[in-house]
């Protein structure tokens, strides 16, 4: 049994994580924001002292990808600069820390699945303040470092798109969604159970790419879930993301490699879609709570997502 820390655990992920912790018999601790600032290195000391564990995964992160074109030294401050004094608070008190990353620092123009030893090349702001923390947990912790790329979330917590899917769904005749960018739609309590796997194995440091196996579009991932609330998948249409104006670019191709899990001894995440109908109920049902409580739009309305 170890001693867990989740900073970032208000999060979708980080709330998923204390859960499969919690009941895979680990002790944890989780923290939010407002228990635990990590741009704040004496809290960021203070807590490891305090709570002496054996690993960390660190879940806070500017996410906001829009936002990071025009606050890129904001979104610095928290996915490198805090990410690297983690690193270095963990180093110095001997602690194993996992960074969750993302498919953003690679450029998203290859036409086969990313390795996770190729070469990083983001387009974004998000993307490159992501990649600053990537390198400075393997440059600082060397045997004790993880990084866990993924992409595509969704969960029960927070707002996500098959989230929106099952909201519009009940609110709009039909559906705009894009299908020109290709990924792997991923459930956070896969990743969840993907970093206690890794961790308790003994799998050696470095990079893996925790995402759904299988591949599809906004659009395919769309029909999905309209196929699974039962409604007419011939609702969503698909559109281009030229057609949508957004400050940071998308990946056209977000498909990860699996090959680190084969030589760690695990083995990948699902396909796609045998995890989407697992994650399912939990998902809609959450959804369905907030649309309970929330106002309701008029069913005339079109969206494009």
Known sequence: MSRWLVTGAGGMLGQD?????????????????????????????GALRRLRPDVV???AAWTAVDA?????????????QAVAGLAAACAGHGVSL????????FDGHARQ???????????????????????AVLDQLGGTGYVLRTAWLYGAHG??????????????????VVDDQRGQPTWTMDVAGRIVALVRSG???????ATSSGETTWYGLAREVFRLLGADPDRVRPTESAALSRPAPR??????????????????????????RRAFPAVAAAEGAALAAARVLSPTERHSV
């Open 17 to 45: 994580l204390v859960t499969v912790l919690a009941g895979s018999g680990e002790v944890v601790t989780g923290l939010t924001r407002g228990d635990l600032d990590i741009t704040d290195g004496e809290a960021v000391h």
């Open 57 to 59: 995964v660190n879940c």
């Open 68 to 80: 990071a074109e025009t606050a890129e030294d904001a979104a610095f401050r928290l996915n490198g």
């Open 98 to 105: 996992v960074l969750p990353s993302t498919d953003y620092v």
């Open 113 to 135: 699945p990313y390795a996770e030893d190729d070469a990083a090349s983001p387009r974004t702001a998000y993307g490159r303040t992501k990649l600053a923390g990537e390198q």
């Open 159 to 176: 707002p996500n798109f098959v989230r929106t899917m099952i909201r519009l769904e009940r609110q709009r005749p039909v559906v705009d």
């Open 203 to 209: 799998a050696p440091a470095g990079v893996y790419h």
């Open 251 to 276: 990946p056209a191709y977000s498909v990860l490699g699996h090959d680190g899990w084969g030589r760690a001894g695990l083995g990948p995440i699902d396909d796609w879609q045998v995890a989407l």
